[in-house]
């Protein structure tokens, strides 16, 4: 089983500011990686496929980048509705497997 | 439009089983796997396993591999996911998501309670 592993827990930004998440893979993964955002008391809502290509509908604000073990989702300027918890997942093979989140706040 | 609706909230005892129905529309059912992922308390999300509705064929995640157990109906165009010898540990939402992550179900939640 491929472990993902996220940092930080917890990202503190201003609104209008950059944040950026990680996410890693014990082993390579290809660019076989969804990021997802899930606000309370809801499912989770696809942000990134592949590791860059953005989901339908999709605020260009969001981005997504690397392959093999390394990603990023980057937030370029900070929202107010951006306040989720943001989960990496990789569909490399099976099982998948997801991050254990990064929770973005309003700093 | 896609649509994935599942199930009623359910409460059940220790030991007993519990079946998570999810019926698709919008799409043709056939064409790709459902996945189960479930989501504890205040947790992060866990993914259970899939299923390929054109012939039933599964894996499951080993964590659950002999307490799981997904099945679909083409007539109905639902799935379903029993899992049975429930613990206070499998208290949580559980959700069926289209191949690709961008449609999801509501989500049902479970809880096991004495």
């Known amino acids: 089983e491929i472990m993902m592993t996220q940092s930080p827990a917890t990202l503190s930004v201003s609104p209008g500011e950059r944040a950026a998440l990680s996410c890693r893979a014990n082993?390579?993964?290809?660019?076989?990686v969804s990021w997802y955002q899930q606000k309370p008391g809801q499912a989770p809502r696809l942000l990134i496929y592949?590791?860059?290509t953005r989901a339908t509908g999709i605020p260009a604000r969001f981005s997504g980048s690397g392959s093999g073990t390394e990603f990023t989702l980057t937030i370029s300027s900070l929202q107010s509705e951006d306040i989720a918890v943001y989960y990496c997942?990789?569909?490399?093979?099976?099982?998948?497997?997801f991050g254990g989140g990064t929770k973005v706040e309003i700093k | 439009q896609v649509q994935l609706v599942q199930s009623g909230a359910e409460v059940k005892k220790p030991g007993a089983s519990v079946k998570v129905s999810c019926k698709a529309s919008?799409?043709?059912?056939?064409?790709?796997?459902l996945h189960w992922v479930r989501q504890a308390p205040g947790q992060g999300l866990e993914w259970m396993g899939i299923?390929?509705?054109?012939?039933?064929?599964?894996f499951y995640t080993q964590k659950f591999q002999g307490r799981v157990t997904m099945t679909r109906d083409t007539s109905s165009r639902t799935v379903y996911m029993e899992l049975r010898s429930l613990t206070f540990d499998d208290t949580a939402v559980y959700y069926c998501?289209?191949?690709?992550?961008?449609?999801w179900g509501q989500g049902t939640l479970v809880t096991v309670s004495s």
């Open positions: 082993e390579n993964v290809n660019n076989y």
């Open positions: 997942q990789h569909y490399n093979s099976w099982p998948l497997t």
């Open positions: 998501a289209k191949e690709g992550g961008e449609f």
């Open positions: 299923i390929n509705p054109d012939g039933g064929s599964t």
């Open positions: 919008g799409y043709t059912f056939s064409s790709t796997y």
């Open positions: 592949d590791a860059s």
